[in-house]
């Protein structure tokens, strides 16, 4: 390659072109398109992806490339092409759409390594720079004499590979292993020279006569019942020794899986997957909705589509909402496919997640389960992609680039002519018009696997409760089941259904709330501290002993925090073992499975939870789900409210009586007459999808209308307000008269660390130069973007309308 094409990593909107730049004699062999080089870009040095190759360029003063930080292309030809599609769908930069999906690790300069491989057979010059060692630096092979080529070749044989030392506290987590520093006979005879007295020491000695396999020292620790000095005096009599080890490369690797095969299908299984495996076995392109009630059966049929494409040579991407990647749903797939998959989700350290996608890349596994970023997977042979629970907002990036997973799916599923399959109980309005449409293949599974019914459910009146002098947050009826429930030894998941899970500080006098002086939002209370802190910015204060306002000293807090809920529960029920799975209490690495595991364990009679706890469980113990305030989110300023709260009760409502026990379903609401409680009260996804699609219709709201926001933020109020006014101004003369423009309106949120922010709607139906009219005045307004700290953030389809 004599000139390479490179996106650079500038941030300003007017650059979203490739930069030639010269290739140097070093990286004329081994400069790919897909790798990422260090640059000159003006004064600085820039990291960028190689995109294309040409011999000439109509410029004559060109700059060099500096370095090529790849031996091996990090992105495919496809990813790159993909890459451009994606930043032009969500106005953004192709750098920015570029890195989205590539791991951590290999968006920062991480610091690299030469690691030899066990059994390496080297070159002679290679041999001389190792001179011995296990692993040198990247940068002695720089400074070397020595050519690209030798090394690329090597890494290509095998013989070495390249590392990134990732810094993060969470990879360098290393355990402790004991072993035996003896051979077996002469510890036997050590055994007898042990004091009478010394019964852990022996004990400790026993074990590793019994078994000399090195063990981790806490859980011998925890066998012998004994403490860390004990095994110090066995290391200084010379017994034994330790030794450390990293922990987690590999998250799965203790966990055994034991080993699934196909399940015969149930006719409506059968019905649903028969066009599936015809579209694999055709290569044909087509979007299948699978709408299947909970416990239908959907995973199963994921199963075994994915094993016709395993058949076949070729490769699966399953995405899962990151909340419902549990434990229990990874063992469905690592139970079926063993270590041919991949897992990817933020619950793993930047190193791990490189792992598993070096495992992808290097074509180790054909299947991949993971979080939205999954999408990006660097196979080359995709023959279908899966999105579980379709209906779920985490599919959409809230950040640049503004991408929905499904769009990724299905243009990647056009490329490379293969199925895309979304799962879901309440799909999105969006998809399920389409199904209707004819656009998308449905099926439908509208019977669970055992045959059971979906548990009843009943709707609560909190308003009767009032009446009745029942001033707690649960109901005569809630609390009644609950505590049958308990007798019997079985067990109950409670739903918080709020998404701002917070509580408040309010004056009963007069009314003032702790407000964040940066960002116009109540402040959240913390109990343990008893600070109020802003969850937008870092503020924090102490909770005020009088009211700012009036001086007064009633002020207490408000809202129904999981905390308050659980002190509330306890203080009604004390029988009751609570465990409380919120923000605050998985917040740790580990944290969420652990729970899950307690309560699995039947240590709690009761799960609390926020959303988090709708999704994907499988408890055989659970008889009784009970949600709380089931209208709490219908009240927020969106449009999608109706949809969001059926969605939850549908969800939330399947974790009752999956297996043997029957369950039921307590709702309590003071809105009992809304549609979509009533509704989802009866498992009637019909009957709500028709009545919701007229309100879209009447209000001019999606599936009907494209949505597109523009929020525009900066420290100065009537800054933002001019500016937003001129966009709005020059967006009203490019489109077509139909189109309607919202705004400029204060965001619901109008304040976010003193910057005020301002917004307008875009509601079209047909407009297809919309993106590039955006990205035109995003130009014309890069130089107040740059110099003035003005922020326009451009969100099509969005989901936060916040
Ligand atoms: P969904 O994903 O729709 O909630 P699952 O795939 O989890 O449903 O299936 C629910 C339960 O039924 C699981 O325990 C699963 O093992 C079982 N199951 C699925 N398909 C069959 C089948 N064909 N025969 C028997 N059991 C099945
Ligand atoms: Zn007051
Ligand atoms: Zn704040």
Known sequence: ????????????????????????????????????????????????????????????????????????????????????????????????????????????????????????????????????????????????TLKYGVLSKAVKDGDVSIEYLVKSRITKKFRTMLKPAKQLHELEEQLLDLPKNAKKQRQLVNHFLENPNPIEKQKLLKKVQTTANTVNILKEKGLIESYQTELFRNPYENHLFSQTTDLPLTDQQAAAIKPMKEAIAENEHHVFLLHGITGSGKTEIYLQVIQDVIHKGKEAIVLVPEISLTPQM????????????????????????????????????????????????????????????????????????????????????????????????????????????????????????????LPPVEIVDMRDELHAGNRTMFSRK?????????????QIVLLLNRRGYSTFVMCRDCGHVNECPHCDIALTYHKKSSQLKCHYCSYEEKVPVHCPEC???????????????????????????????????????????????????????????????????????????????????LHLPDFRSSEKTFQILTQVSGRAGRHELTGKVIVQTYTPDHYSIELASKYDFMTFYKQE????????????????????????????????????????????????????????????????????????????????????????????????????????QPYHLM
């Open 1 to 144: 390659m004599n000139i390479a094409n490179v996106i650079v990593d500038v941030p300003a909107a007017s650059i979203n072109q490739t930069f030639d730049y010269r290739v140097p004699d070093k990286f004329k062999d081994i400069a790919t398109i897909g790798m990422r080089v260090i640059v000159p870009f003006g004064p600085r040095k820039v990291m960028g992806f190689i995109v294309g190759a040409t011999e000439n360029s109509s410029y004559n003063s060109l700059k060099s490339i500096i370095d090529v930080l790849d031996l091996h292309p990090v992105l495919t030809k496809e990813l790159l092409d993909l890459g451009k599609w994606l930043a032009n769908q969500t106005v953004s930069l192709q750098i920015t759409a570029l890195q989205v999906m590539l791991p951590q690790v290999l968006k920062a300069t991480y610091k690299k390594e030469i690691v030899l491989n066990t059994e390496a057979l080297l070159s002679k010059e290679l041999e001389a720079l190792f001179a011995g060692r296990d692993s040198i630096a990247y940068e002695e092979f720089t400074a070397s």
């Open 330 to 453: 990874v063992k469905r797939f690592k139970g079926r496919f063993g270590s041919n998959v991949a897992v990817m989700h933020s619950g793993l350290s930047a190193g791990e997640k490189y792992d598993e996608w070096r495992r992808i890349q290097r074509k180790e596994v054909q299947v991949v389960v993971g979080a939205r970023s999954a999408i990006f997977a660097p196979f080359e042979q995709i023959g279908v992609i899966i999105i579980d629970e379709e209906h779920e907002t985490s599919y959409k990036q809230e950040d640049q680039p503004r991408y929905h997973a499904r769009d990724v799916a299905i243009y990647r599923g056009e490329t490379h002519q293969c199925p895309v399959i979304l799962g879901s109980a309440t799909p999105t309005l969006e998809s399920y018009a389409r199904a209707m449409k004819g656009v998308y293949k449905l099926a439908t599974l509208d019977k669970r696997t055992n045959n059971k019914m």
């Open 478 to 490: 809630l609390k009644e089941e609950i505590q049958q429930c308990i007798q019997k030894g079985e």
């Open 551 to 633: 001086g007064s000293d009633t002020i207490r807090y408000f809202g129904t925090g999981t905390q308050r809920v659980e002190e509330a529960l306890t203080q009604l029920i004390p029988e009751a073992r609570v465990i409380r799975m919120d923000v605050d209490t998985t917040r740790r690495k580990g944290a969420h499975e652990k729970l899950l595991n307690q309560f699995a364990n039947k240590e709690a009679d009761i799960l609390l939870g926020t959303q988090m706890i709708a999704k994907g469980l499988d408890f055989e113990n659970v008889t009784l789900v009970g949600v709380l305030t089931a209208d709490s989110m």
């Open 693 to 796: 699609m007229q309100m879209r219709r009447t209000f001019q709201y999606p599936p009907y209308y494209f949505l597109a926001l523009i929020t525009i933020s900066h420290p100065n109020q009537v800054k933002v307000v001019q500016t937003t006014q001129r966009f709005v101004q020059m967006l009203n003369k490019l489109v077509k008269d139909e189109t309607i423009i919202l705004g400029p309106t204060p965001s619901a949120i109008p304040r976010i660390k003193d910057r005020y922010r301002y917004q307008c709607m875009i509601k079209y139906r047909n407009e297809p130069e919309l993106r590039g009219y955006l990205a035109k005045i995003l130009d014309q307004f890069s130089a107040d973007i740059r110099k003035e700290d003005i922020l326009i953030t451009i969100d099509m």
